[in-house]
Protein backbone atom coordinates (compact mmCIF):
# COMPACT_ATOMS: atom_id res chain seq x y z
CA UNK A 1 0.00 0.00 0.00
CA UNK A 2 1.28 3.10 -1.01
CA UNK A 3 2.68 5.19 2.10
CA UNK A 4 1.43 9.07 1.44
CA UNK A 5 -1.19 9.96 -1.71
CA UNK A 6 2.01 12.24 -3.38
CA UNK A 7 2.50 10.87 -6.81
CA UNK A 8 6.29 11.11 -8.13
CA UNK A 9 7.10 14.02 -9.40
CA UNK A 10 9.43 12.20 -12.14
CA UNK A 11 7.21 9.80 -13.44
CA UNK A 12 3.45 10.37 -11.49
CA UNK A 13 3.56 7.20 -10.40
CA UNK A 14 2.19 7.18 -6.68
CA UNK A 15 5.01 6.76 -4.20
CA UNK A 16 5.01 3.61 -2.23
CA UNK A 17 8.53 3.68 -0.08
CA UNK A 18 9.20 6.16 2.80
CA UNK A 19 12.80 6.32 4.89
CA UNK A 20 13.69 8.83 7.72
CA UNK A 21 15.96 11.51 6.77
CA UNK A 22 19.31 10.20 6.26
CA UNK A 23 21.65 11.05 9.14
CA UNK A 24 20.58 14.83 9.91
CA UNK A 25 23.00 17.25 10.46
CA UNK A 26 21.03 20.53 11.63
CA UNK A 27 17.32 20.59 13.52
CA UNK A 28 15.54 21.68 10.44
CA UNK A 29 16.06 18.11 8.74
CA UNK A 30 15.78 16.25 12.04
CA UNK A 31 12.44 14.50 11.36
CA UNK A 32 11.51 14.69 8.08
CA UNK A 33 10.70 11.74 6.00
CA UNK A 34 11.85 10.65 2.43
CA UNK A 35 9.20 9.57 0.12
CA UNK A 36 10.22 7.41 -2.32
CA UNK A 37 8.90 6.41 -5.82
CA UNK A 38 10.22 2.52 -6.40
CA UNK A 39 9.04 2.83 -9.73
CA UNK A 40 11.42 5.49 -11.27
CA UNK A 41 14.27 5.69 -8.09
CA UNK A 42 12.98 9.32 -7.34
CA UNK A 43 12.55 10.60 -3.53
CA UNK A 44 11.39 13.80 -2.01
CA UNK A 45 11.26 14.99 1.00
CA UNK A 46 7.85 14.35 2.10
CA UNK A 47 6.73 17.79 4.52
CA UNK A 48 7.10 21.06 2.67
CA UNK A 49 9.40 23.45 4.63
CA UNK A 50 8.62 27.41 5.33
CA UNK A 51 11.02 29.16 1.96
CA UNK A 52 12.38 31.65 4.69
CA UNK A 53 13.20 29.20 7.66
CA UNK A 54 15.45 27.52 4.61
CA UNK A 55 16.73 30.59 3.08
CA UNK A 56 18.14 31.63 6.39
CA UNK A 57 19.05 27.88 7.03
CA UNK A 58 21.31 28.35 3.91
CA UNK A 59 22.17 32.02 4.86
CA UNK A 60 23.33 30.71 8.27
CA UNK A 61 23.63 26.81 9.19
CA UNK A 62 24.50 25.67 5.71
CA UNK A 63 28.05 27.97 5.24
CA UNK A 64 29.12 26.80 8.74
CA UNK A 65 28.24 23.35 7.93
CA UNK A 66 29.91 23.25 4.49
CA UNK A 67 33.19 25.71 6.05
CA UNK A 68 31.67 28.18 3.27
CA UNK A 69 32.40 31.58 5.75
CA UNK A 70 36.00 30.73 5.69
CA UNK A 71 36.93 32.18 2.47
CA UNK A 72 39.48 33.83 0.18
CA UNK A 73 38.96 37.26 -0.91
CA UNK A 74 37.44 36.98 -4.86
CA UNK A 75 41.43 37.91 -6.37
CA UNK A 76 42.73 34.99 -4.52
CA UNK A 77 40.09 32.49 -4.86
CA UNK A 78 40.39 32.78 -9.29
CA UNK A 79 44.35 33.42 -8.85
CA UNK A 80 44.58 29.55 -9.10
CA UNK A 81 42.55 26.80 -9.88
CA UNK A 82 43.77 25.40 -6.55
CA UNK A 83 41.80 27.41 -4.23
CA UNK A 84 38.48 27.21 -6.92
CA UNK A 85 36.13 24.98 -5.84
CA UNK A 86 35.43 21.85 -7.71
CA UNK A 87 37.20 23.38 -10.99
CA UNK A 88 37.46 19.56 -12.74
CA UNK A 89 34.16 19.22 -12.31
CA UNK A 90 33.37 22.54 -14.49
CA UNK A 91 35.77 22.11 -16.67
CA UNK A 92 34.15 18.65 -17.89
CA UNK A 93 30.52 20.45 -17.75
CA UNK A 94 31.81 22.84 -20.54
CA UNK A 95 33.63 20.59 -22.13
CA UNK A 96 30.29 18.68 -22.72
CA UNK A 97 28.45 21.78 -23.70
CA UNK A 98 31.16 22.62 -25.93
CA UNK A 99 30.15 19.33 -28.08
CA UNK A 100 26.29 19.94 -27.92
CA UNK A 101 26.11 23.61 -28.79
CA UNK A 102 26.28 24.40 -32.33
CA UNK A 103 27.41 27.61 -32.25
CA UNK A 104 29.37 29.45 -29.64
CA UNK A 105 27.03 30.66 -26.69
CA UNK A 106 26.42 34.65 -26.74
CA UNK A 107 24.70 34.31 -22.82
CA UNK A 108 25.78 31.53 -20.18
CA UNK A 109 23.80 31.67 -17.28
CA UNK A 110 24.75 29.71 -14.14
CA UNK A 111 22.12 28.45 -11.82
CA UNK A 112 23.31 28.64 -8.73
CA UNK A 113 26.53 29.86 -9.45
CA UNK A 114 28.08 30.08 -5.73
CA UNK A 115 31.65 31.77 -6.16
CA UNK A 116 31.11 31.65 -10.15
CA UNK A 117 33.95 29.21 -10.78
CA UNK A 118 32.29 27.50 -13.89
CA UNK A 119 31.37 30.91 -15.35
CA UNK A 120 34.99 32.10 -14.78
CA UNK A 121 36.78 28.73 -16.19
CA UNK A 122 33.79 29.15 -19.31
CA UNK A 123 35.47 32.22 -20.61
CA UNK A 124 38.34 29.68 -21.54
CA UNK A 125 36.15 28.27 -23.76
CA UNK A 126 34.07 31.09 -25.00
CA UNK A 127 35.65 34.25 -24.20
CA UNK A 128 33.09 36.72 -25.70
CA UNK A 129 29.82 35.08 -24.02
CA UNK A 130 27.90 37.57 -21.93
CA UNK A 131 28.00 36.06 -17.99
CA UNK A 132 24.42 35.78 -16.17
CA UNK A 133 24.63 34.01 -12.51
CA UNK A 134 21.21 33.45 -10.66
CA UNK A 135 22.72 33.47 -7.09
CA UNK A 136 20.51 34.31 -3.98
CA UNK A 137 23.36 34.72 -1.46
CA UNK A 138 24.63 37.81 -1.07
CA UNK A 139 27.85 36.61 0.33
CA UNK A 140 28.75 35.66 -3.57
CA UNK A 141 28.02 38.54 -4.88
CA UNK A 142 31.72 40.04 -4.91
CA UNK A 143 33.07 37.23 -6.34
CA UNK A 144 30.21 37.07 -9.33
CA UNK A 145 31.32 40.90 -9.52
CA UNK A 146 35.07 40.35 -10.08
CA UNK A 147 34.58 38.10 -12.90
CA UNK A 148 32.24 40.76 -14.54
CA UNK A 149 28.70 38.43 -14.44
CA UNK A 150 25.70 40.16 -14.24
CA UNK A 151 23.29 38.88 -10.89
CA UNK A 152 19.70 38.10 -10.82
CA UNK A 153 17.75 36.30 -7.48
CA UNK A 154 16.16 33.82 -9.81
CA UNK A 155 15.15 32.29 -13.12
CA UNK A 156 12.28 34.47 -13.62
CA UNK A 157 14.12 37.82 -14.00
CA UNK A 158 15.59 36.65 -16.94
CA UNK A 159 14.25 37.50 -20.62
CA UNK A 160 12.74 34.81 -22.48
CA UNK A 161 14.88 33.21 -24.93
CA UNK A 162 18.01 35.05 -24.42
CA UNK A 163 20.44 32.63 -22.44
CA UNK A 164 22.17 29.76 -24.75
CA UNK A 165 23.76 28.00 -22.56
CA UNK A 166 22.33 27.31 -18.58
CA UNK A 167 24.76 25.28 -16.45
CA UNK A 168 22.81 23.71 -13.37
CA UNK A 169 25.34 22.05 -11.46
CA UNK A 170 24.56 20.36 -7.98
CA UNK A 171 21.69 22.95 -7.42
CA UNK A 172 18.07 21.31 -8.42
CA UNK A 173 18.58 18.46 -5.49
CA UNK A 174 18.30 21.89 -3.21
CA UNK A 175 14.60 22.40 -4.20
CA UNK A 176 11.63 21.32 -2.99
CA UNK A 177 9.28 18.80 -4.84
CA UNK A 178 6.40 21.55 -5.30
CA UNK A 179 9.13 23.90 -6.98
CA UNK A 180 11.70 22.39 -9.50
CA UNK A 181 8.62 21.53 -11.97
CA UNK A 182 8.40 25.98 -12.29
CA UNK A 183 12.14 26.04 -12.12
CA UNK A 184 12.11 23.89 -15.16
CA UNK A 185 9.90 25.23 -17.38
CA UNK A 186 11.60 28.75 -16.68
CA UNK A 187 14.67 27.18 -17.91
CA UNK A 188 13.05 25.86 -20.65
CA UNK A 189 11.92 29.33 -21.11
CA UNK A 190 15.16 31.13 -21.06
CA UNK A 191 17.04 29.12 -23.49
CA UNK A 192 17.25 30.56 -26.54
CA UNK A 193 16.52 28.55 -30.15
CA UNK A 194 19.63 25.94 -29.98
CA UNK A 195 20.43 26.35 -26.79
CA UNK A 196 20.85 23.64 -24.12
CA UNK A 197 20.96 23.18 -20.57
CA UNK A 198 23.85 20.90 -18.61
CA UNK A 199 22.32 19.64 -15.40
CA UNK A 200 24.18 17.55 -12.94
CA UNK A 201 22.87 16.06 -9.62
CA UNK A 202 24.13 13.52 -6.72
CA UNK A 203 23.45 9.48 -7.81
CA UNK A 204 21.28 9.34 -5.10
CA UNK A 205 18.47 6.19 -5.60
CA UNK A 206 17.65 4.89 -2.60
CA UNK A 207 16.02 2.12 -3.91
CA UNK A 208 18.70 0.47 -6.31
CA UNK A 209 21.40 1.38 -3.59
CA UNK A 210 19.83 1.07 -0.27
CA UNK A 211 22.92 1.86 1.34
CA UNK A 212 23.73 5.05 0.56
CA UNK A 213 20.62 6.35 3.09
CA UNK A 214 23.86 5.56 5.69
CA UNK A 215 25.29 8.43 4.42
CA UNK A 216 24.34 12.93 5.11
CA UNK A 217 22.70 13.99 2.17
CA UNK A 218 21.72 17.37 4.25
CA UNK A 219 20.78 19.54 2.58
CA UNK A 220 19.37 17.54 0.04
CA UNK A 221 15.31 18.11 -0.42
CA UNK A 222 15.27 15.91 -3.74
CA UNK A 223 16.67 12.27 -4.55
CA UNK A 224 17.55 11.43 -7.76
CA UNK A 225 18.10 7.94 -9.61
CA UNK A 226 19.11 8.10 -13.46
CA UNK A 227 16.16 7.35 -14.96
CA UNK A 228 13.57 9.89 -12.97
CA UNK A 229 16.25 13.02 -13.80
CA UNK A 230 15.63 12.04 -17.63
CA UNK A 231 12.25 11.98 -16.95
CA UNK A 232 11.64 15.42 -15.04
CA UNK A 233 13.20 17.25 -18.15
CA UNK A 234 11.12 15.69 -20.72
CA UNK A 235 7.89 15.82 -18.41
CA UNK A 236 9.21 19.39 -18.25
CA UNK A 237 8.91 19.41 -22.12
CA UNK A 238 13.11 18.86 -22.66
CA UNK A 239 14.65 16.55 -25.66
CA UNK A 240 17.13 14.78 -23.53
CA UNK A 241 20.68 14.95 -26.10
CA UNK A 242 22.85 13.37 -23.41
CA UNK A 243 22.57 11.18 -20.02
CA UNK A 244 24.96 9.93 -18.14
CA UNK A 245 26.37 8.67 -14.01
CA UNK A 246 29.84 10.28 -13.84
CA UNK A 247 32.17 8.68 -10.84
CA UNK A 248 34.77 10.39 -8.37
CA UNK A 249 36.66 7.09 -7.70
CA UNK A 250 40.38 7.49 -8.22
CA UNK A 251 41.62 5.16 -10.71
CA UNK A 252 43.88 2.35 -9.83
CA UNK A 253 44.32 1.12 -13.28
CA UNK A 254 41.94 0.10 -15.79
CA UNK A 255 41.75 -3.57 -14.94
CA UNK A 256 41.62 -3.08 -11.26
CA UNK A 257 38.87 -0.13 -11.75
CA UNK A 258 37.11 -2.75 -13.77
CA UNK A 259 37.32 -5.67 -11.07
CA UNK A 260 35.90 -2.66 -8.12
CA UNK A 261 32.81 -2.11 -10.89
CA UNK A 262 32.13 -6.10 -11.43
CA UNK A 263 32.18 -6.58 -7.55
CA UNK A 264 30.08 -3.65 -6.70
CA UNK A 265 27.93 -4.62 -9.26
CA UNK A 266 27.63 -8.24 -8.28
CA UNK A 267 26.75 -6.97 -4.41
CA UNK A 268 24.01 -4.59 -5.76
CA UNK A 269 25.87 -1.78 -4.84
CA UNK A 270 26.68 1.74 -6.88
CA UNK A 271 29.65 0.65 -8.97
CA UNK A 272 31.18 4.50 -7.85
CA UNK A 273 30.95 3.90 -4.17
CA UNK A 274 28.24 5.38 -1.81
CA UNK A 275 26.69 8.38 -2.97
CA UNK A 276 30.18 9.10 -4.96
CA UNK A 277 28.60 9.34 -8.49
CA UNK A 278 26.48 11.93 -10.22
CA UNK A 279 24.10 12.29 -13.15
CA UNK A 280 24.65 14.41 -15.90
CA UNK A 281 22.70 15.33 -18.62
CA UNK A 282 21.96 17.67 -21.56
CA UNK A 283 18.83 18.66 -23.03
CA UNK A 284 17.45 20.97 -25.50
CA UNK A 285 13.86 22.67 -25.80
CA UNK A 286 11.16 20.32 -27.32
CA UNK A 287 9.64 22.76 -30.14
Known amino acids: MPVSAARCIACGRPQDGKIPYPLPRSDLFAGLDVGLCRHCGMGAVLSAIDPDRLHQYYVRDYAHLTDRHERLAPAAYFASREAMFKPQRSLSQLRLAAKHLPDPPRRILDLGAGFGTTLYLAKEFWAEAALLAVEPDSAMAPYLQHIGAEVVQSPGQVEAQSVDLVIASHV?????AAEVAE?????????APGGIVV???PNSDFVAYPQIAGHSHEP???????????ALFTKAGFSIRFASTVGSLRSRGPLLDLVEKVRRRIAGR???G?????????ASVSR
Open 220 to 230: HLLFFSPAAFS
Open 270 to 272: SEY
Open 274 to 282: PHRSAIRLV
Open 183 to 191: VLQELRRLL
Open 172 to 176: LEHYQ
Open 199 to 201: AEV
